[in-house]
T-cell receptor, first 112, second 109 residues
Framework: NAGVTQTPKFRVLKTGQSMTLLCAQD?????MYWYRQDPGMGLRLIHYSVGEGTTAKGEVPDGYNVSRLKKQNFLLGLESAAPSQTSVYFCASSPTGYYGYTFGSGTRLTVV | DAKTTQPPSMDCAEGRAANLPCNHSTISGNEYVYWYRQIHSQGPQYIIHGLKNNETNEMASLIITEDRKSSTLILPHATLRDTAVYYC??????????FGTGTRLQVTL
């Protein structure tokens, strides 16, 4: 029972490079989320999805794009990375949107 | 605005009860209160949730005041492994949870 798996766990990017973070869940959850967490801060919602084929903006969506082509996967893309996007990124899934969020272990991204 | 107010930090001696308060004075009647915790740099972990009745599970108890404007998470016998940041959240609107900065609980010997 893997739960929520994030790939990769660590990455260093140069300014202007692009990359995609993958989140996969095996719990058949409808809802999926991408959060970022900066040092000493709480989690801030980037984008979320309430079902396959749907996406919505969260609190800090600028500079990110997402896709939910398959129910079990939620991809977060950075088209042109900036140092301000250095952060730890957490993916989460939920069966209801409120109850029982399951979080992944995080992706630590550094943009130099 | 689906925000809650928590003290930034608290200390608790190991073996004692840890009582973590949360203010959610603008909560509406159908909003739940949720508690999660984050240990070190791991992803947040669900603890407990409630609407208006007190709740208890194997991890903690949740006490919600009658007017629902505040709640308290109780860890009955805190251990060093309970040292973490504890987040109190409310449902708000739409299908998402908004995290604040939480309470950093330090359990000491």
């Amino acid at each position: 029972n893997a739960g929520v798996t994030q790939t990769p766990k660590f990455r260093v990017l140069k300014t202007g490079q692009s990359m995609t973070l993958l989140c996969a869940q095996d719990m058949n959850h409808e809802y999926m989320y991408w959060y970022r967490q900066d040092p000493g801060m709480g989690l801030r919602l980037i984008h979320y999805s309430v079902g396959e084929g749907t996406t919505a903006k969260g609190e800090v969506p600028d500079g990110y794009n997402v896709s939910r082509l398959k129910k079990q996967n939620f991809l977060l893309g950075l088209e042109s990375a900036a140092p301000s996007q250095t952060s730890v990124y957490f993916c989460a899934s939920s069966p209801t949107g409120y109850y029982g969020y399951t979080f992944g272990s995080g992706t630590r991204l550094t943009v130099v | 605005d689906a925000k809650t107010t928590q003290p930034p930090s608290m200390d608790c001696a190991e073996g004692r009860a840890a009582n973590l308060p949360c203010n959610h004075s603008t909560i509406s009647g159908n909003e739940y209160v949720y508690w999660y915790r984050q240990i070190h740099s791991q992803g947040p972990q669900y603890i407990i949730h409630g609407l208006k009745n007190n709740e208890t599970n194997e991890m903690a108890s949740l006490i919600i005041t009658e007017d629902r404007k505040s709640s308290t998470l109780i860890l009955p016998h805190a251990t060093l492994r309970d040292t973490a940041v504890y987040y109190c959240l409310r449902t708000g609107t739409a299908s998402k949870l908004t995290f604040g900065t939480g309470t950093r609980l330090q359990v000491t010997l």
